[in-house]
């Protein structure tokens, strides 16, 4: 291993050998306006001092470790510029964070402080988003207690969750009984909110909260993409293995009694991966339905060519006996871990939580909102828009056949199927269509009385609703249950919607604006991990243009130096440092390319090289394109 001889930031020798005791006695005074920015190596000597302090906390004054006293490392013997940091001098809240920064095994509000730190300190820092310490800490007892786990020991919330685990062996198949492919459980907790003390913020400061996305989104995410992932035994649960192009069925339907209520015969929705495009797919199946007529097979035809934000949208549509019986099956897409309609608004958890409404008096107003109930009713007006222009009507208008995909986001589910089911009684169109109309109404007097029998007493639940909301909404509603004369249209509808639709879309577009903000701030992330990306390619390669040494000499040993700076130091009693917020800092400065320098020490600590992340971004982007141009 051959250190470069010239590396300074100036291109002065900044390489120094510790082979005199004269400049160890030296260093100390010569460095000591370094201390606060000493490399983080350094503290591992101090632990063998007995002078130094066996604890340090937040308010701990700038760390001068007594190693430096014996330090090897004297300035003046390597010709370095002595390094003041820009802001030391304006900026005393900067400089103290930053010595904080040398401090290890602290709390979460000195990551704070220097999330603070970096963003006062350098104006193109728009990044350099720190993470909890005890994030980190809980991430790694997290990987320490996946590896005391069997997999049979993980536990899911949910009823059947527990046994998605359980069953190892049952298919070749990409999802099912795969153990390898097994997830852990999600650790939700770990998200933590902003503190309440560090909501004293100047406007040009930011938590660290503030550099990620948001809690309940990343959340929200995360439980859709292991929603997804979620497999059961199919032997476990009587299902095929495999059903046309689709397999690793999964039962959304955990209810025990089948309704025949909505389609006349019993149902089930199974999430499914499709083996032709290893999409994921809501598969409908219609228990004991035999097809006479090979004809209603092209009455999905229509449905299949509707696309709209507030419909299901239908893939195919095929027999089966799969199951032991005739079902017709649907394929629908699968928006994971939505709802249906009456799920959210009459389910279990629904009336559980207008019960549960703290220091709520007893006769509290637990009705749905004005605003919630009219962005319903443009959506699904929307979707019926679009289907009665393309000839078709719904047919299925019912809370337990609309999902609720996104917050207030509703689409119509089921399209397509009465079609098929009711093929040979060739029905009216538009007779149908008017009916669409009808139902939609019925639905908003269910909602808005937040009853599922408010269509039995008309005028009781017009009152109600006269009551609750604006004579807009009531004359709506009434409008959609009245005769048609000689036919309402949903253009009609669309007019008396009038000035509503626009808030409608001002909303959409807010909510628009927020998540395109939250997809700025993760933008970052993958910013970084390109720079990893290309760590990876360079360091502890074994070989290079017949060279053996190549990752080891030249530029590369920089970088090797500065891979150990940002991610092998140890502190003062010689335990890894794992400071997710110093890497950061580092890489987003080294991406930056920002001219401050650092002191990069070797592994056998004889010696330092003091460079600056300019340099240091421009050894990588040398090596990079010699690995790249060897291609
Ligand atoms: N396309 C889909 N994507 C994701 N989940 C879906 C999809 N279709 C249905 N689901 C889910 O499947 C579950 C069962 O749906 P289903 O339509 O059977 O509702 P239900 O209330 O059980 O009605 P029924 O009483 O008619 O069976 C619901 O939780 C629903 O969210």
């Known amino acids: 291993m051959a250190p470069p001889s010239t590396v300074s930031a100036n291109g002065d020798d900044t390489t120094s050998n510790n082979n005199s005791n004269a400049s160890n006695n030296n260093a100390g005074s010569s460095v000591s306006a370094t201390n606060a920015w000493a490399p983080k190596t350094t503290a591992k000597t101090s632990a063998l001092n007995p002078t130094a302090k066996p604890k340090l906390h937040v308010n701990s004054p700038i760390f001068k470790p007594s190693s430096l006293s014996t330090s090897s490392v004297k300035a003046d013997a390597i010709n370095a510029p002595e390094f003041v940091p820009k802001s030391a001098q304006d900026n005393s809240l900067a400089a103290s964070a930053y010595s904080d920064r040398q401090l290890y095994g602290r709390k979460y509000a000195q990551t704070a402080v220097s999330a603070l730190w970096y963003l006062e300190r350098d104006e193109r820092n728009p990044y350099a988003p720190p993470i909890q310490n005890n994030l980190i800490s809980s991430m790694s007892n997290l990987s320490n207690n996946f590896s005391q786990f069997g997999m049979n020991d993980i536990s899911m919330p949910g009823s059947i969750q527990g046994s998605y685990y359980g069953e190892g062996s049952m298919s070749g198949y990409y999802y099912q009984g795969s153990g390898a492919m097994l997830h852990?459980?999600?650790?939700?907790?770990?998200?933590?909110?902003?503190?309440?003390?560090?909501?004293?913020?100047?406007?040009?400061?930011?938590?660290?909260?503030?550099?990620f996305i948001s809690d309940t989104l990343r959340e929200e995410l995360h439980r859709k993409n292991e929603m997804i992932l979620q497999t059961v035994s199919a032997q476990e649960y009587g299902l095929?293995?495999?059903?046309?192009?689709?397999?690793?069925?999964?039962?959304?339907?955990?209810?025990?009694?089948?309704?025949?209520?909505?389609?006349?015969?019993?149902?089930?929705?199974?999430?499914?991966?499709?083996?032709?495009?290893?999409?994921?797919?809501?598969?409908?199946?219609?228990?004991?339905?035999?097809?006479?007529?090979?004809?209603?097979?092209?009455?999905?035809?229509?449905?299949?060519?509707?696309?709209?934000?507030?419909?299901?949208?239908?893939?195919?549509?095929?027999?089966?006996?799969?199951?032991?019986?005739?079902?017709?099956?649907?394929v629908y897409d699968y928006h994971p871990c939505s709802k249906t309609l009456y799920d959210v608004h009459f389910g279990p958890q629904a009336q559980l939580a207008s019960q549960v409404v703290v220091g709520a008096p007893k006769n509290t107003d637990h009705s749905i909102h004005e605003r919630i109930l009219w962005s319903y009713l443009i959506q699904l007006t929307s979707a019926l828009k679009k289907i009665h222009s393309a000839g078709?009507?719904?047919?299925?208008?019912?809370?337990?056949?609309?999902?609720?995909?996104?917050?207030?986001?509703?689409?119509?589910?089921?399209?397509?199927?009465?079609?098929?089911?009711?093929?040979?009684?060739?029905?009216?169109?538009?007779?149908?269509?008017?009916?669409?109309?009808?139902?939609?109404?019925?639905?908003?007097?269910?909602?808005?009385?937040?009853?599922?029998?408010?269509?039995?007493n008309i005028s009781k639940s017009v009152d109600y609703i006269a009551q609750h909301y604006t004579q807009d909404l009531k004359n709506m509603i009434l409008f959609l249950m009245s005769q048609p004369v000689p036919m309402k249209t949903v253009d009609q509808i669309i007019t008396m919607?009038?000035?509503?639709?626009?808030?409608?879309?001002?909303?959409?577009?807010?909510?628009?604006?927020?998540?395109?903000?939250?997809?700025?701030?993760?933008?970052?992330?993958?910013?970084?991990?390109?720079?990893?990306?290309?760590?990876?390619?360079?360091?502890?390669?074994?070989?290079?243009?017949?060279?053996?040494?190549?990752?080891?000499?030249g530029d590369r040993y920089i970088i090797k130096l500065f891979r150990d700076y940002v991610f092998h130091q140890v502190d003062e009693a010689g335990l890894p440092v794992l400071d997710v917020a110093h890497v950061l800092t580092c890489l987003n400065k080294l991406d930056a390319g920002v001219d401050e320098k650092i002191v990069l020490m070797s592994r056998d600590e004889l010696s330092c090289l003091i460079v600056s992340y300019r340099e240091i971004k421009a050894c990588i982007e040398s090596a990079f394109r010699d690995l790249s141009k060897s291609k």
């Open 184 to 211: 852990q459980p999600l650790q939700y907790h770990l998200y933590n909110t902003p503190l309440p003390h560090v909501s004293n913020l100047l406007p040009h400061q930011k938590t660290i909260h503030g550099f």
């Open 240 to 330: 095929p293995e495999e059903l046309h192009e689709y397999h690793s069925l999964y039962p959304l339907d955990l209810t025990q009694e089948k309704s025949t209520e909505v389609f006349g015969y019993q149902s089930s929705v199974y999430k499914s991966m499709c083996s032709v495009d290893g999409r994921t797919y809501a598969l409908r199946r219609i228990e004991g339905f035999r097809l006479t007529n090979e004809l209603a097979m092209q009455t999905i035809e229509g449905w299949r060519r509707i696309r709209h934000a507030n419909i299901v949208s239908i893939r195919e549509a095929f027999t089966s006996k799969a199951f032991g019986d005739h079902s017709l099956i649907f």
């Open 392 to 456: 078709l009507a719904a047919r299925l208008i019912d809370p337990t056949k609309i999902l609720v995909t996104g917050k207030n986001r509703v689409r119509l589910n089921c399209c397509g199927i009465m079609d098929m089911l009711t093929f040979d009684s060739a029905p009216n169109i538009a007779h149908l269509q008017q009916d669409d109309i009808l139902n939609l109404g019925q639905l908003m007097m269910t909602l808005a009385c937040k009853s599922l029998t408010a269509t039995h």
């Open 497 to 553: 919607l009038g000035p509503r639709v626009l808030q409608e879309i001002n909303d959409v577009q807010n909510a628009n604006d927020i998540l395109e903000s939250d997809l700025g701030r993760e933008l970052e992330n993958g910013r970084l991990t390109r720079l990893l990306m290309k760590f990876g390619f360079i360091n502890e390669r074994p070989e290079f243009d017949m060279d053996p040494a190549w990752s080891e000499t």
